[in-house]
């Protein structure tokens, strides 16, 4: 017989947090790091005889993600109540586009694990309202030996998208590049800051198991994942534990079963989900998104991620790598783009900004957008190093002077005692006629052919080099020598 072979089918359903200053259906502040329970209110609370009202700038954010994923927005939208009790949803539901969201479908491309590109199908996007968070902490002792938990419903009302994809997924590989790429560019439509650190994005996945002899294992959904890694090494767990069931002969059952990111585990979940029964919120009309808003939202969507690396590279001769190191951080790509407006050789200053601008940041755990090094001012060290006025060597010095000292080019250029524009040419012959005059013998090999790979040329050069200083152009040494020794 031969061996059976297991394909994994995964879907993936993505929470992200909209940017919003205010909730869902109420004005109150969506600041979750507030003290607990101070940004809250009747609404948001759920208290009976209180109405909510749809917050339109939501609306327009849900869109914005909604174009992201390539999904087209539908005319009319509903909302529902999925009723279920737990202690951070006092109202007893949550309102949820989940039967009539706002978006048709769309898709996000990846690479396969053959490296061709696949479409991972987007179902749809919907809007809902986050629950509150619930703190669980060792017995205050007010109740001998019982542990406490305490609400917070600061988080309850803020607004979510919910993406819910095909299970076109095929690997935990897979999954990461899909749930990144779909960050990325969320972030680029301006929809979420999406930062994952402080739980804007929270992933469940639906994992089953083709097997070659034909069987299907049910589908287990997987839920609790916070961030890529706990995403990934979920869905290889789940891989694993499947297959191995399946090997055995046994059944796997369809059921939710929790990450435990400690213990690098699932098990089953022990929180029996009931809300399988929907009704249309009766509080709040039915979304009406008219033609002329679509397109005007549109109108505001920038240039997504992967359309600007291919720019990059094919109209300004940005390597590959380094284009999509750029535009994987959108303010990164943003300041580059300032430098090039400001005249900067595309290249030199992605390079620039890849290397030494990163090198900046890393050290003083900065973000582009906190740093004060005005494209401007990059733009013009970086064209001064093109001209050859500044060494590649000396290019460095100035910049790390200038951000340790927060002082200008030419103040920099000043104190580190540097001679722009090279070593005068009298001074630079006599630096070659001092070396020459030193190394007879190298002379000697290279006048009389010997050197036929240049490498003794290249040792005199370095010598020049090091004599001016590093101050002279590398450039005008070649030359130099190169008429001296013939
Ligand atoms: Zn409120």
Known sequence: MSELTFTPVIGIEIHIRLKSDSKLFCSCSTNTDAPANTNICPVCMGLPGTLPRLNHRVVEQGMLAGFALNCGIRPKSLFFRKSYFYPDL????????????????????VHDDNGNLKKIRVHHLHLEEDVGSLHHSASDGRLEGADTSYVDYNRSGTPLAEIVSEPDVASAREAVEYVTTLRRRVIYSGASDVELEKGMMRFDANVSMKCSDGRWGKKVEVKNMNSFKALERAIEFEIKRQKKLMLAGEDVMQETRHWNDAKGITSPSRVKESYRKFIVEPDLPPLYISQEWIDRMRAKMPEMPDV??????????????VADFLTDDKNLADYFEACVKAGAKPVRAAHWIRTEVLRVLNEKQLKISDFHFKPEVL???????????LSTTQGKEVFDYMIANSVSIDDAVKSLNITEGGVAGNALSEIIEAVLKANPDVLEEIKSGKDKKGKKLKFLQGLVMKESKGQAKPQEVA????EAVK
């Open 90 to 109: 006092p109202k007893g539901h949550q309102v949820s586009q989940c039967d009539l969201p706002i978006t048709t479908s769309g898709y996000i491309e």
């Open 308 to 321: 600007r690396a291919d720019r990059y590279v094919n109209e300004m001769g940005v390597p590959r790598e």
């Open 379 to 389: 733009t013009d060290l970086v064209t001064r190093v093109d001209e050859g006025k």
């Open 479 to 482: 030359e130099a020598i190169a």
